[in-house]
């Protein structure tokens, strides 16, 4: 099987900053959101259907298909690579987005064919990890704190940055992907608010992912919290480039050295699109943040629909939640 390795986690779940961690590994092709932002390929259509079929040769076809570099699935900050040209790749990136044409040719600049480990992360695309799961292909996946992560996204949602479809059409995807939740909360969906269709579909997402991965290998599939990466990084990124077969090198070390001195006044000077995108911040610093402004009756219409559900428990203890 070729070199492939997903990262997952729902929205807002640090899963841009981990990403960027495996990015600094110079022997590493990462891609970001590949297979929502290529969904109209045949293989990502193929592999984004649950029902299948989805076979070790279709995952042969995704890793090639990813290894060729483009703008669509590229994501700054931009690492010096063993097999791609050292400079003009964060000049070429902004008109690669935006022009067929020069985007063909930083593809033909940063694309390699030479195998190599690649890594790629998804959100929301919880769906296709029995896919990756079937064909042995190591899965890291990534939860933070349910009220961190749901109030971050509706943040993002009202203020254009996030979408807010899934909300639309909640009844139907705990239907499809959490039969327990649906014959629990189905009749009384079209009267909940907005942040309860959310937790819902949260909590679908964790539960769906739990049950997936909880007989797979350990050696083959993961699971992790915001919480315990942020505040034990260096072990935590060992165990996890370890499950994807990638040695953890200087360069890793000095991204996270330099992420781990940056100072909170930096990211306080960002435009709010900037600043809610970033991942230059502070891990130490933005892990426990969100407690600054806890909405108390917000909280606990949270959790009153995650407590005794055991893939919450599971992740619960996990991040001290």
Not at 14 to 33: L, Q
Not at 62 to 79: E, N, Q, V
Not at 154 to 177: D, H
Request: proline content about 7%.
């Amino acid at each position: 099987m070729k070199p492939l390795n997903a990262l997952y986690g729902p929205a807002r779940s640090g899963t841009t900053w981990i990403g960027s961690v495996f990015n600094a590994a110079p022997e590493v092709a990462y891609r970001f959101e590949p297979i929502h932002r290529l969904r109209h390929h045949e293989i990502c259509q193929a592999f984004n259907r649950p029902e299948g079929p989805f076979d070790r040769s279709h995952l042969e076809q995704l890793y090639t298909l990813l290894l060729r570099s483009t703008a669509a699935i590229d994501k700054p900050p931009f690492f010096r690579k063993a097999l791609e040209p050292g400079l003009g790749k964060s000049l070429l990136w902004p008109l690669a987005r935006k022009l067929p044409v020069v985007d063909r040719l930083y593809s033909s600049l940063y694309s390699s064919s030479k195998e190599r480990p690649l890594v790629f992360k998804e959100v929301a695309l919880t769906h296709t990890i029995p896919h990756l799961v079937a064909g042995g292909i190591p899965v890291a996946y990534v939860a933070r704190h349910p009220y961190a992560t749901i109030m971050s996204e509706i943040r993002g949602q009202q203020a254009g940055l996030m979408p807010s479809g899934r909300a639309s059409v909640v009844a139907s995807l705990l239907e499809k992907y959490a039969p327990n939740l649906y014959e629990q909360y189905g009749d009384s969906i079209e009267r909940m608010e907005h942040i309860e269709k959310q937790t819902l579909i949260w909590l679908m997402e964790i539960q769906f992912t739990y049950q997936s991965l909880a007989a797979a290998d350990q050696g083959t599939a993961r699971i992790y919290t915001y919480e315990e990466i942020c505040t034990d990084p260096l072990p935590t990124f060992r165990q996890m480039f370890s499950l994807f077969g990638i040695p953890l090198g200087t360069e890793v070390e000095n991204y996270l050295d330099r992420l781990y001195a940056s100072s909170p006044a930096a990211a306080k000077r960002r435009p709010q699109w900037m600043s809610y995108f970033s991942i230059m911040k502070n891990p130490a610093h933005s892990v426990h943040q969100w407690q600054q402004r806890v909405d108390r009756p917000v909280m606990n219409k949270i959790m009153g629909f995650l407590e005794g559900n055991t893939a919450f428990e599971y992740f619960a203890n996990r991040g001290s939640w």
